[in-house]
């Protein structure tokens, strides 16, 4: 059973009524936890106290800022946070002109194995549950005010944990709570076609964005071991389903690395690929890790790829650099606290 602060409203109304009370006791619990981001019952003043000291035996989650790191080049935060094993995730709190946008973890560690990506290193450790999202958001709020959009693409996969990604996601837009719009959350997936598919066919207008990389399969299969699992042409297929349905583009993460990625061919074939659909391509310049031997391009070759994606009609930006002095990229900050602490 899910924790009382983490179950959908209707849920949360039915696990009020199960104990003999009314539905709208239900309504002003998920109020206090996802609107006052309330974390203590005692603080409840909405409830009267006999009923509050019957959910005293019932689990409530929580998540504590461990770390904070602040860049001192931007306003750009690192946090990891500490989860009740002792478990630790990253997340990044960013400052853009229209507010804050934070970058959410969805799992401890991460199966997929992407070879330019620090949290996959150790494996997956779990599954994060609903509230062990929602927390990232709320300590942030509490510290530095609303946040106004967010992408899951802190370690993990989403869409290995969507049943408990979909229930953070409907909690966090639900009129009764934060509330923060599907429409200002976007989901980053490595490519797992079941699980867009399943986006593709539900009515959440989410934002979607693939971690693309190359647009030739071999060279793919080389940085990222899930896609000989799903092939290009089945991911496209798929991602068309997610935009006929729901009328949306898809947003492309290109790491650009140098000499694998950024040559004429690449360009060549992201037209052919991208130029007919609904897309946004984000060039993301390598952050370069430890065990993956590979290089940043110089500034003037990115600048040059852009240039030509834009020339061949693509909708094309470069993703801002923050927290470049924190040690940003990810996993890398996780991976040294755990080491420390021997988990
Ligand atoms: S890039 Fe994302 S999907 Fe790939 S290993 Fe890292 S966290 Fe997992």
Do not use: W
Not at 147 to 170: Q, T, W
Request: charge should be neutral.
């Amino acid at each position: 059973m899910l924790a009382l602060n983490e179950q959908r409203l209707e849920d949360l109304e039915k696990t009020l009524k199960d104990l003999g009370q009314a539905s709208f006791r239900g309504r002003q619990l998920f109020e206090y936890f996802h609107k006052q981001l309330g974390k203590d019952l005692d603080t409840c003043s909405t409830l009267p106290k006999s009923l509050r000291e019957n959910l005293g035996d019932l689990p409530l989650k929580s998540v504590d800022i461990a770390h904070t790191f602040a860049s001192k080049k931007d306003q750009t935060k690192k946090f990891l946070f500490r989860l009740e094993d002792q478990r630790l995730i990253e997340g990044v709190l960013m400052k853009n002109n229209y507010g804050y946008s934070q970058c959410i973890s969805t799992q401890v560690g991460c199966r997929m194995g992407c070879h330019f990506c620090a949290s996959t290193k150790n494996g997956l450790v779990r599954n994060l549950s609903p509230y062990e999202m929602l927390g990232q958001i709320y300590e942030t709020t509490r510290r530095y005010g609303k946040i106004h959009s967010i992408i899951l693409m802190g370690s993990g996969e989403p869409l290995d944990n969507l049943e408990n990604v979909l229930i953070f996601m409907d909690i966090l837009n639900s009129p009764l709570g934060y509330p923060m719009s599907y429409r200002n959350m976007t989901l980053s997936t490595c490519g797992l076609v079941p699980g867009i598919l399943q986006l593709a066919h539900q009515d959440r207008k989410v934002n979607l964005a693939l971690s693309l990389h190359s647009p030739f399969q071999k060279i793919r299969e080389g940085m990222m071991p899930i896609a000989k699992r799903y092939d290009l042409k089945e991911i496209f297929q798929a991602l068309d389903q997610y935009t006929d349905q729901l009328g949306r583009r898809v947003s492309y993460e290109y790491t650009l690395i140098d000499g694998v990625n950024n040559r004429e061919e690449d360009l060549e074939e992201l037209k052919k690929l991208l130029k007919n659909r609904l897309h946004h391509l984000n060039l993301i310049p390598l952050n370069p890790i430890d065990e993956y031997g590979e290089d940043r391009p110089e500034r003037a070759k990115v600048l040059y790829f852009k240039k030509r994606c834009e020339d061949m009609g693509l909708n094309v930006t470069i993703r801002r650099e923050q927290g470049g002095d924190i040690n940003a990229s990810c996993g890398q900050l996780r991976q040294k606290f755990e080491e420390e602490e021997g988990l």
